[in-house]
């Protein structure tokens, strides 16, 4: 099953696996696990086990029978590199990605370790965009060197939800750099500061930023239920994209 998504740099999502499992402080107030118990509740196919994490084979072909090229976000539901994910079935999912060539494929984990072993064998379809989350320093920023090792034409980071100032980063090799803040009641807030850094750093080394949201806390400072400038930092909205991929959204 696809569903059209309401994230800002995508268009579909695409879960053949759902569940995950809390590994570092972004995990927290993890909105895929909310969703899931809503959807469990509801009884949506795929959600019988809540969160715990399941693959699900019969949605494998779901792109296979879309002929209009499509952008998806793979797994916002999970994490494709979870350690109960078998090797042998994300070589599954990379090889539907690999038989649709007209659609891209954006895969985000914060497994990152994990996605570069997988790749030291195997090659990246030239249709799948590769990233890792980069919530904090402790156990976001490690995660990009391990990005770095893995062949993908397009590397990006997910900085969301920005939690703290992520200090230099070493953006060689990633092509994109996506921040925002927390949503949901829970939130924890996003400083001005923190993402003008990353800004600045992308603008710097000639990365292509995008900025998502300040989620559940305005630019301001001030916690909210929605801000009236949720997109906009320093005076405008950031929606750049890699500039070998841009035409595909």
Known sequence: MTTI????????????????????????????????????AMGAPGYGNGFVLTVLPERLDDPIKRKKPTVYFVNSMSDLFHEKVPDVYIER?????????????????????RMARFFKTRQVPTNAWL????????????????LRKVPARIRFLSVEPLLEDVGVLDLHDIQWVIVGGESGQKARPMHRAWALNVQQQCEAQNVAFFFKQWGGWGADGKKRAKSANGRVLEGRTWDEMPAAAAAQL
């Open 131 to 146: 990233g890792v989350s980069v919530e904090d320093k402790k156990y976001g920023v490690p995660r990009i060197d391990h």
């Open 5 to 40: 998504s309401r994230i800002e740099w995508t268009e579909q999502t695409w879960n053949p696996t759902v569940g995950c499992t809390k590994i570092s402080p972004g995990c927290k107030n993890c909105y895929a696990e909310a969703m899931a118990r809503r959807l469990n």
């Open 93 to 113: 999912v990379f090889e539907v990605i690999q038989r649709t060539p007209q659609h891209t494929y954006q895969i985000l984990t914060k497994r990152a370790a």
